[in-house]
């Protein structure tokens, strides 16, 4: 057995890669639409680390792996020892020694680096401060289905640099199309993943700007898990950055729209765009299942 795969950033995968988890998670998609057993890791155990909270995160992770003949077990830091000082590493020695795979969603992305090179199986990144690499997989997903390859268009990301805005960065690197990020002066994303990108990747400002002749709109809540208590001022600074019919009309005229959820309608996205008969949000968030269960796959099969 060679050296243990991760998933902690698109980048653990090559485009490749990417691109034939992406294939299998419509053809499981496909697959489980019509009713096919797809039970081939039976027994697996899939250990949930998770130190922020989740709906979409856990219920697809855990149906995923059921799906795939397997178990899963959830961990909250108020439930195991996690939370009481163990040091990472020691954690990542012992829980790896009893399970399959692992997924962790947690605040510093150094924290699933530490468990990783720690760990004798797979670790998923369910999200961090500074990533969400399985959104990215579920909204590429969704793209292809849609509208084939996104290599060579233009992504418009509107809002704050977060983990999302980030690993969208990271994207277009993998994916190879160009993104324009528009946020507010202050809320750029990391400057070290702006100059590695620099070719591909440009902040605008301006909303409007950036969002002309686009094929793809994402966005994300103004704060995010953790950021609460700065709610009513990020909603005064994130005025304009909303997702809109207005602003989708000065996009490509066959351009998607996309959210990771969980959304606040009225503030970065309208309601009547959550709403509309012909979003992809819904398709979106359902992929989630289905790619990372090709994820899992992939994983589990390279650790055999």
């Known amino acids: 057995m060679g050296q243990t795969r991760h998933f902690l950033t698109l980048q653990d995968l090559s485009p490749a890669e990417l691109q034939s988890v992406l294939a299998r998670a419509t053809e499981m998609k496909r697959e489980r639409q019509e009713g096919l057993d797809q039970r081939q890791f039976p027994g697996a155990v899939l250990a949930m680390i998770f130190a922020k909270s989740s709906t979409r995160t856990r219920v697809s992770f855990e149906a995923g792996i059921a799906q795939l003949g397997g178990h899963a077990m959830f961990l909250s830091p108020q439930d195991t020892q996690l939370g009481r000082g163990e040091p990472i590493e020691d954690s990542a020695r012992v829980i790896s020694s009893m399970v399959d795979i692992v997924m962790i969603r947690t605040f510093g992305h150094d924290i699933v680096e530490r468990f990783a090179s720690h760990s004798t199986v797979p670790v998923i990144n369910a999200l961090t401060d500074d990533f969400h690499p399985c959104q990215l997989l579920a909204d590429m997903q969704t793209w292809q289905e849609h509208r084939g390859s996104i290599a060579g268009k ?151």
């Open 154 to 304: 233009t992504v418009c990301w509107v809002g704050d640099g977060n983990n999302m805005c980030q690993s969208y960065i990271n994207a277009a690197a993998q994916f190879d199309f160009q993104l324009r990020i528009a946020c507010p002066p202050g809320f750029e994303p990391a400057s070290h993943l702006l100059s590695a990108n620099s070719e591909r990747v440009t902040v605008i400002h301006d909303p409007r700007e950036a969002a002309s002749g686009a094929d793809l709109l994402v966005t994300d809540v103004w704060a995010s898990m953790g950021q609460e208590d700065e709610q009513r001022e990020r909603a005064r600074q994130f005025t304009g950055y909303q997702i809109n019919r207005e602003l989708m009309q000065l996009a490509a005229p066959d351009a998607l729209y996309m959210h990771c959820l969980p959304a606040h309608r009225g503030e970065e996205i309208s309601a009547e765009l959550m709403d509309a008969a012909d979003t992809v949000i819904w398709e979106e968030a359902e992929n989630r299942l289905h790619a990372q269960k090709a994820l899992m796959e992939f994983l589990l099969k390279a650790n055999r």
